[in-house]
C-alpha cells in the first residue's frame, strides 16, 4: 500500500490500506492505515464523502485524541479540494486548536489558513497567519524564505491600507455634522468603558 501510494497509484494504495484495516491489527498500523487511506482516497477523483466519514468517525474516538490536529488538517483539505472554503477555514483553525505537541502540523495549518485569506485578499487576516506560521516554521522548512518574504510584503501593505482606512474614516467623520460626529464619539466612548468594566480593574474600582 506505502510503495502504491509513493508511485501516486492511489486507487491500489486504497485497496491494500483497506485490506490492512480489515484484519484488525494493533491500534498503531490501524490508524497509519485509515489515515493513509484517507489521503489516497483524498486524491483520487469523484465523491469524497467515503473520506469524510472516515476522518469524522476517527475525530469522534477518543484514542485518537492526540491527532486530531492531523485528521482536522486532513479534513480541511477534503473540504478544500470539493470548493468548500469556508469549512476547511474551519477545520484548519480545529487542527491549529487541538494541536499539542506537533509543532510542524500546527505551522502547516497556520499556513493553509493563511493561504486562504491571501487568496481572498483579506490581508491584514493572512499577514497575522503567516506571522504565526513563521514562528513555528522551522528555519530549514524549503519554502521558509519565500513566506517571510510575502510576509514582509504584507507587512507594508497592511500598514497602508490601515492609513487609508483611517483617513476615509477621519474625511468620513469631518463631513458629519456636530451633533452626529458626537453622537459617534459617545459612542465610542461607551463601547470603551464597557470593555474595560469587563476586564475586571475598573470594574472594581467603580464599585468602590
Known amino acids: 500500500a506505502q510503495i502504491s501510494q509513493q508511485l501516486n ?10 485490506k490492512v484495516i480489515k484484519r484488525n491489527p494493533a491500534y498503531e498500523m490501524s490508524f497509519n492505515s485509515k489515515i493513509n487511506l484517507a489521503r489516497s482516497l483524498e486524491q483520487q477523483s469523484g465523491s469524497t464523502k ?6 469524522k468517525k476517527m475525530i469522534a474516538d477518543d484514542k485518537n485524541k492526540e ?7 486532513s479534513l480541511a483539505n477534503v473540504m478544500y479540494k470539493n470548493d468548500k472554503i469556508d469549512e476547511s477555514l474551519e477545520y484548519y483553525k480545529l487542527s491549529v486548536k487541538n494541536s499539542v505537541n506537533n509543532k510542524d502540523q500546527k505551522a502547516f495549518s497556520y499556513l493553509k489558513i493563511a493561504d486562504i485569506y491571501y487568496t481572498q485578499k483579506k490581508y491584514t487576516f493572512a499577514k497575522a497567519y503567516y506571522d504565526s506560521s513563521l514562528a513555528t516554521l522551522s528555519h530549514d522548512y524549503v519554502d521558509y524564505d519565500d513566506i517571510s518574504l510575502r510576509r514582509e510584503n504584507l507587512d507594508a501593505l497592511v500598514q497602508n491600507l490601515n492609513t487609508i482606512q483611517l483617513e476615509d ?10 451633533k452626529e460626529r458626537d453622537k459617534i464619539i459617545d459612542d465610542l466612548i461607551t463601547k ?4 474595560a468594566e ?11
Open 9 to 18: 497509484d492511489q486507487e491500489t494504495a486504497s485497496m491494500y490500506f483497506n
Open 50 to 55: 467515503e473520506v469524510e466519514k472516515i476522518l
Open 67 to 73: 491527532f486530531r490536529d492531523l485528521l482536522y488538517y
Open 169 to 178: 474614516s477621519l474625511q468620513n467623520l469631518a463631513r458629519l455634522s456636530p
Open 192 to 195: 470603551k468603558i464597557e470593555k
Open 198 to 208: 469587563e476586564s475586571g480593574p475598573l470594574k472594581d474600582a467603580l464599585a468602590e
